[in-house]
């Protein structure tokens, strides 16, 4: 037992860390090329149909309507195994305990493990970024001195965690707690069917973005751009701007959001184009590109509103009809990508 422990205070698995713009995209690559498969993060990001509009405004986060512009935690990882014929192993946990002898565990194995973790009680972050947000991901790679070695796909370098400070975002509270959540890929097979499974992700991201719900996806945008109106006829100026600010943050700061979205899903398509030899796809890859500079637009738009130095006289209004044209755009966007589709299996 001794000897097992000083093994497990001192042990590193050769993992290659490359940084990302998104964390779940960046832990799947970053994993998959650890077990000898090579797959870029906007292709992880397209296959596991990543891309995705959501807004509940029953739900609060920060205290503001929930608005998330990615799929579920987990499902672009899940997805992607699916599609591509492997499995990805998850587990959570009731205690620290169990949860840190699981990691440990693993380590020893020499497997380099997915965490979900809150962003809160992260050190290495500046502390703008850290708020209370339970759906962030990093791989632990190793052991040294008692700390975790962290790869981190959001931050340019390998880090460190002690045990206490690994436990405290593994267990955080709140709205997706991840109750320790740890994950990482199994039975990955030596030929994969990368072109059926393009056009699967294709295919869900143009099916939910054009979802007829009200909260999701295109439709979801629209809504939005209406109650930014009915947030300052009813809650005034002070409450509509956090809640802006709220959605500035989810947009920008949160995994990328709304705009770096777009762009790595310009990325994927360009990328699935050449591999294809689609042109259509490669024309697409520009006009979604295109879009996200309206998101970040709009961005720039509200921080103004934000901060007071807005030059319109009917600031919200404005906004309204800022957000309603891009979900036009996007409307007409991923109506060309789903007929690009047809046919294809």
């Keep these: 037992m001794p000897y097992l422990c000083a093994l497990l205070l001192n042990m590193t698995i050769d993992f290659e860390h490359k940084q990302s713009a998104h964390c779940e995209n960046g832990v799947a690559s970053n994993l998959l090329h650890f ?167 294709i295919k869900q991201t143009c099916s939910t973005m054009l979802a007829p719900v009200p909260i999701v996806g295109v439709a979801g945008i629209k809504k939005l751009s209406k109650d930014i109106l009915k947030w300052h006829r009813k809650k005034g100026a002070k409450t509509t701007n956090h809640y802006l600010a709220q959605l500035i943050r989810m947009q920008e700061e949160i995994g990328t959001g709304g705009a770096g979205f777009r762009f790595i899903y310009g990325a994927f398509l360009q990328e699935a184009g050449k591999l294809l030899k689609n042109d259509a796809l490669l024309e697409l890859s520009k006009e979604i590109t295109d879009i996200g500079d309206a998101w970040r637009d709009f961005a720039v738009a509200i921080a103004r509103v934000y901060k007071n130095r807005s030059t319109q006289a009917d600031v919200y209004n404005a906004l309204s009809q800022q957000l309603y044209a891009i979900a036009v755009r996007e409307e007409a966007f991923f109506k060309k990508l789903k007929a690009v589709t047809k046919n294809k299996k």
Excluded: C
């Design 35 to 201: 077990n000898g498969v090579e797959l870029s993060e906007p292709m992880v990001f397209g296959i596991g149909s990543g891309l995705l509009f959501f807004y509940f405004p029953w739900i609060r986060v920060n205290e503001a309507p929930a608005i998330s512009y990615r799929t579920m935690p987990g499902h672009i990882f899940s997805k992607v195994a699916k599609r591509l014929g492997f499995k990805v192993k998850r587990q959570k946990f009731s205690s620290a305990e169990k949860a840190q002898q699981a990691l440990d565990d693993n380590l020893a194995k020499g497997i380099p493990t997915g965490l979900q973790v809150g962003v809160f009680n992260l050190p290495y972050f500046p502390d703008e970024y850290r708020f209370h947000f339970n759906a962030h991901n990093l791989v632990v790679y190793g052991k040294e001195d008692g700390k975790y070695l962290i790869s981190d796909p959001v931050i340019p370098y390998t880090t460190t965690l002690t045990p206490e400070e690994l436990t405290k975002v593994r267990f955080a509270n709140g709205v997706l707690a991840p109750k320790g959540h740890l994950y990482y890929p199994t039975h990955l097979p030596k030929e994969f069917q990368l072109e059926k499974a393009i056009w699967k992700g």
